[in-house]
């Protein structure tokens, strides 16, 4: 074999061999084209499963917020359903002022309720929640509205109330009683157009067993609120009945609640527009 022989066998291999490597290359360029894109397609199933895990999360959030709501608004109704399953069964003699022991059944004078000793089998006449007087904090602002058809303030269309506590008083020798001082204004538009702005100071005495009764003593006018705040629900708003001096016939009521209860929008049920 001659020299020039070899020089092509050697040419021939170096090109053969570089065919080679060059083809492994592009084989690895393509495995690694196609690793990459299988990636990016698994990355992308992965997003739409968390989108997905997302939206459910956001369905099952606003659905327990729902129930929640529902949840709360079962809980009102269940409270006031009490307390007038309560006064249904409140067998006991109310004109010798007697009341009820709230689980256990027997008839207790008023006056025995929140006195420092225990006289229901239950113990519920000396309750915390029964025997509190935090409704009628220093300070604590009502407002109401008089319900539509009153004659108390006959030439009114809408009579607006606040009442402010400014000061209770607690007197060892009667504990189940609270004193209170307050102010009452009110202001309404009479029929002409003309509008009213009045304050009045107030004396009242509630008797914490009894719950249902509290008289407001209106300084120099004949106005006497008697309000039947509940029992033992707290949360329910206390309905107050209006009398001018001594006329034993209502002239009109309201429903007390906190400020932030307040609704303006009440002309329906409280004007007598």
Not at 6 to 28: D, P
Not at 147 to 160: E, I, L, W, Y
Request: hydrophobic letters at 35%; charged letters at 25%.
């Amino acid at each position: 074999m001659n020299a020039y022989t070899c020089l092509v066998f050697v040419f021939v291999g170096i090109v053969a061999g570089g065919n080679e490597r060059n083809s492994r290359w592009t084989h690895v360029r393509t495995v690694d084209s196609g690793f990459a894109n299988g990636l990016e397609e698994k990355l992308k199933g992965i997003e739409q499963r968390l989108y997905r895990v997302e939206d459910k999360f956001k369905t099952i959030s606003k659905t327990q917020e729902e129930n929640l709501e529902q949840t709360k608004m079962y809980s009102k109704y269940a409270k006031i359903n009490t307390e007038i399953v309560y006064k249904m069964t409140n067998n006991c003699d109310k004109e010798r002022n007697h009341l009820r022991c709230l689980e256990s059944g027997e008839c207790i004078h008023e006056l025995l309720a929140c006195d420092g000793h225990v006289d229901c089998a239950d113990g519920t006449d000396e309750r915390d929640d029964v025997c509190n007087d935090s409704i009628f904090a220093p300070g604590l602002l009502y407002k109401a509205y008089i319900a539509s058809g009153q004659t108390c303030f006959m030439d009114a269309k809408r009579v607006h109330f606040e009442f402010l506590y400014d000061k209770i008083i607690r007197r060892s020798h009667l504990p189940q009683a609270v004193f209170t001082t307050g102010n009452l204004i009110w202001r309404y538009e009479r029929l002409n157009g003309s509008k009213v702005y009045e304050s009045r100071d107030c004396n009242g005495t509630y008797l914490l067993g009894s719950g249902f009764e509290h008289v407001w003593t209106v300084e120099k006018e004949p106005v006497i609120f008697r309000a039947y705040i509940p029992y033992f629900i707290r949360e329910t708003p206390a309905r107050s009945y209006i009398y001018l001096g001594d006329n034993p016939i209502p002239c009109g009521w309201c429903t007390w609640v906190i400020p932030e209860e307040f609704d303006e929008n009440v002309r329906a049920v409280y004007s007598n527009e």
